[in-house]
């Protein structure tokens, strides 16, 4: 059949064709478009303890129609694993297990498996047209969760079954599912991508219309006194920049930074963005730095933390101030983000995410505040430096994730008086109003200007470092543009 991936089965003499269709791209070979059917569909597994570590490749990166894949998959511990593919016609088939070569989808540790296996009478053919294709492994600890066998009905006249829905459903449907398992039941996924070219060039197709969501957080604690200013001018130039609606928009300022409410904003978020949408998630306050606590080890072997209202307060221990939800560890807020079906997640922190350099809390220089929360053991007056179990990092994989980070982990951030507000938002927001197509170019400008500001006001005995830090590895600060 012109213009579709075949999957043909010899049953006997009887040659069964089963087509299933690929996901049309949006450009050449060059690159595609970055709507949600370009990146990643199901979510990650954020706890390294249940998360079973999938690995899924294929023996090609671009095929051409004709060409046969096949396609390996393991995990790191016995489970059971199904493999789906997605298509261009909204229909996602489930590959495998299939009545044809594994009705039992039960694999053994570090066992590699293939599709199509060594023994099955079939092949895994591409027929195109130009695009990409989307296969899926996902894996649970026990058999039939997450999706059970009610949501897939038989694709007619194949050993095959198909989902009952479209992607943005099985998305949706993952994530609650997978959300709601118990405490002793492990999963994890794993994405390929196959770039389908013959040559010629994609049909032209309409992506979905994106929308921009924003939630932003100003602590003003221990000292600060503009964190609320920092919001709310971070969300009136997403406004009028970049055309965020209000109805798209939630502020928590002052008393009401707290962590309750800070739940509630990421559950808003997971609740009203559909995957082709971009969630921006700001922060203005308090930061500090603990050794490493479990679940994931970090490579520096810190923890960073934001400090939400009402603040630490003096003699409290860290594992007190965490406990009562005044501290959030980046393990948590990772955990949380994770949660939000926008593919296009932007984190822009301005507060300190230092634990290397000695500092007192409203530390003063000049005009500055800085912008660190230094947590002291209540007993030995030192810095908390007790040490936990440290748990090996997961293999994510799917994260679409970017963070502009107002300073190094090393370093503190800023408040300036005569800026009446954050010292990184304030340079941010002017690149923004002097003409910055985007977000990276954005943030490029302000890092260039906090340099200098760095330099003029650095003095023998009081020295002042802030560098502005840029994690973006898919480039999504890029996506959001600003009008001029």
């Known amino acids: 059949m012109k213009g579709s991936a075949k999957l043909i089965v010899f049953v006997g003499m009887v040659a069964l064709t089963?087509?299933?269709?690929?996901?049309?791209?949006?450009?050449?070979?060059?690159?595609?478009?970055?709507?949600?059917?370009d990146i990643y569909i199901l979510p990650t597994n954020p706890n390294p303890q249940s998360n079973i570590r999938l690995t899924l490749t294929a023996?090609?990166?671009?095929a051409k129609p004709g060409d046969d894949l096949t396609l390996t998959f393991s995990a790191d511990r016995e489970c059971y694993l199904t493999l789906m593919d997605l298509g261009t016609s909204g229909r996602i088939i489930r590959l495998w297990p299939n009545d044809y070569s594994a009705r039992d989808n039960r694999i053994e540790a570090n066992a590699s498996r293939s599709f199509p296996g060594p023994g099955d009478n079939f092949k895994f053919r591409i027929g195109g047209p130009d695009g990409m294709e989307r296969l899926i492994a996902y894996a649970t600890s026990e058999r039939g969760k997450i999706l059970s066998e009610q949501e897939f009905q038989q694709l007619q006249n194949t050993g095959f079954q198909q989902y009952i829905g479209g992607a943005k459903d099985l998305a949706s449907q993952f994530q609650k599912a997978a959300e709601s398992l118990a405490n002793n039941i492990s999963w994890g996924t794993a994405q390929v991508n196959i770039r389908i070219g013959s040559g010629s060039p994609p049909a032209a197709e309409t992506p979905a219309p994106s929308k921009l969501h924003l939630l932003a957080v100003g602590a003003d604690t221990g000292g600060l006194k503009f964190c609320k200013r920092d919001v709310q001018r971070i969300a009136d130039t997403l406004r009028i920049k970049s055309g965020l609606q209000e109805s798209n928009t939630r502020l928590l300022l002052g008393a009401d930074a707290s962590y309750q409410s800070f739940n509630s904003g990421i559950q808003w978020l997971a609740s009203v963005t559909q995957p082709e949408d971009t969630a921006v998630i700001y922060f203005s306050?308090?930061?500090?730095?603990?050794?490493?606590r479990q679940p994931i080890d970090e490579p520096d072997g810190r923890d960073e933390l934001i400090v939400l209202y009402p603040g630490a307060q003096k003699g409290m221990s860290t594992e007190a101030m965490i406990n009562q939800k005044i501290l959030v560890v980046d393990d948590e807020i990772n955990s949380l983000v994770k949660k939000i079906p926008a593919r296009k997640k932007i984190l822009i922190v301005d507060s300190c995410h230092s634990g290397t350099v000695s500092k007192e809390m409203g530390l003063q220089v000049e005009d500055l505040v800085s912008r660190y929360q230094p947590l002291v053991d209540p007993v030995t007056g030192q810095e908390?430096?007790?040490?936990?179990?440290?748990?090996a990092s997961p293999n994510y994989g799917n994260d679409n994730e970017g963070l502009l980070a107002a300073c190094m982990d090393n370093e503190s951030s800023y408040e300036s008086k005569s800026f009446e507000g954050g010292v990184f938002t304030y340079y941010l927001i002017e690149a923004i109003n002097q003409g910055s197509v985007d977000l990276e170019q954005a943030f490029n400008k302000a890092k260039e200007s906090v340099a200098r500001w760095v330099r003029e006001r650095s003095k023998p005995g009081k020295p002042v470092s802030q560098t502005p830090s840029l994690t973006d590895p898919h480039g999504l600060s890029k996506t959001i543009r600003f009008s001029r």
Do not use: E
């Not at 087509?19 to 450009?27: A, N, P």
């Not at 690159?31 to 949600?36: L, S």
């Not at 023996?59 to 671009?62: A, F, G, R, S």
């Open 18 to 37: 089963l087509t299933l269709v690929t996901i049309q791209s949006h450009g050449q070979d060059s690159g595609v478009t970055k709507d949600w059917k």
């Open 59 to 62: 023996d090609k990166q671009v």
């Open 285 to 292: 306050g308090h930061g500090s730095s603990i050794p490493d």
């Open 384 to 391: 908390d430096w007790s040490l936990g179990q440290k748990a």
